[in-house]
């Protein structure tokens, strides 16, 4: 009970701060809307973003991971007790947690590298001053990944492959998404328009939770306890007051640093070196606990 507990607080708390872009979008664009529109949008699409989108996902995920299972199998398979259920789950977990793994290190790098942001850290800086380098890094990172996957088992590599892919088509989604959001801001687009855009933007930035939560544990039922808790967090947010959450300056800077972690527990998994399950939610919030305390150290906080 006390895993349980500890890996649900872990996946909810990695949800609402991974999360933090998204919802300043959502209240800024929700802001353009009539009230009623605003309303269907934070009732309705958190039923959206809960159980179609960070319910449906990682039991698809699981599903067609794991081919010799049936859906509902693929629902309570961790739960299972059935030795052939156990048996698939083991051998198609090292290509799920592979996938994963490299998504998350290379959301990671493409943060260091690439996105503008408050430097946390000694050396963020530097790192992004040498942004033309994103590419080379993440690619010697792939290389070397399915060199030594190949060894063990090709579907790793392409675990590793899939997860590469999976984060360049995400990206472009959320590039477009980022100049989307000004167009929509000075526009005469419809509230429907702009509910739809919310949603889609929702499952774009959902995927992120989606594959760390993995990290944290494959059932199912879980993560979507988990994940569901941290999207209800993330609309009170948008509702609430959106300015005092961007005075935590270093949010992001956590979010992304327990990402790294997170990709580093899963590519360890799935090469078979097995990482206690409480790592990761401890983890998780002590790092997110970190820059949360030093956010609020700033002087921006007292403003």
Not at 105 to 130: C, T
Request: proline share 4%; glycine share 8%.
């Amino acid at each position: 009970m006390f895993s349980l507990i500890l890996t649900t607080v872990g996946l909810c708390l990695f949800e609402t701060v991974s999360s933090v872009d998204n919802a300043i979008i959502n209240a800024e664009v929700l802001a353009t809307m009539k009230p009623k529109a605003q309303r269907w949008f934070l009732i309705w699409g958190l039923f959206i973003a809960v159980f179609l989108v960070r319910g449906l996902l990682p039991w698809m995920i699981v599903w067609f991971a794991t081919p010799g299972l049936g859906p509902i199998e693929a629902l309570t398979a961790t739960f299972s007790s059935d030795p052939a259920v156990i048996e698939a789950v083991e051998k198609s977990a090292p290509m799920l947690l592979m996938g994963g793994g490299i998504f998350l290190i290379f959301l990671f790098f493409h943060w260091l590298f690439i996105e503008p942001k408050n430097y946390g850290l000694v050396g963020e800086k530097f790192f992004h001053a040498q942004g033309v380098w994103f590419f080379a890094v993440v690619s010697i990172i792939l290389a070397t990944v399915v060199w030594y996957a190949l060894k063990i088992n090709p579907l790793m590599a392409f675990g590793a492959v899939v997860g590469s892919t999976a984060f360049f088509i995400t990206h472009g989604f959320k590039e477009n998404a980022e100049a989307q959001e000004k167009q929509l801001l000075g526009s005469g687009l419809s509230d429907i328009s702009k509910i739809l855009y919310l949603e889609v933007i929702d499952a774009t930035f959902s995927i992120d939770g989606v594959l760390g939560a993995f990290a944290f544990t494959l059932s199912v039922p879980i993560i979507l306890l988990g994940n569901g808790l941290g999207a209800f967090v993330v609309r009170q947010i948008t509702i609430g007051n959106i300015t005092r959450i961007k005075k935590y300056l270093y949010l992001k800077n956590g979010a992304m640093y327990s990402i790294l972690f997170l990709g580093m527990i899963m590519l360890a998994d799935s090469f078979g070196h097995h990482v206690p399950q409480w790592v990761s939610p401890v983890t998780t919030i002590g790092v997110i606990g970190y820059f949360f305390l030093k956010s609020r150290w700033h002087p921006e906080f007292r403003r």
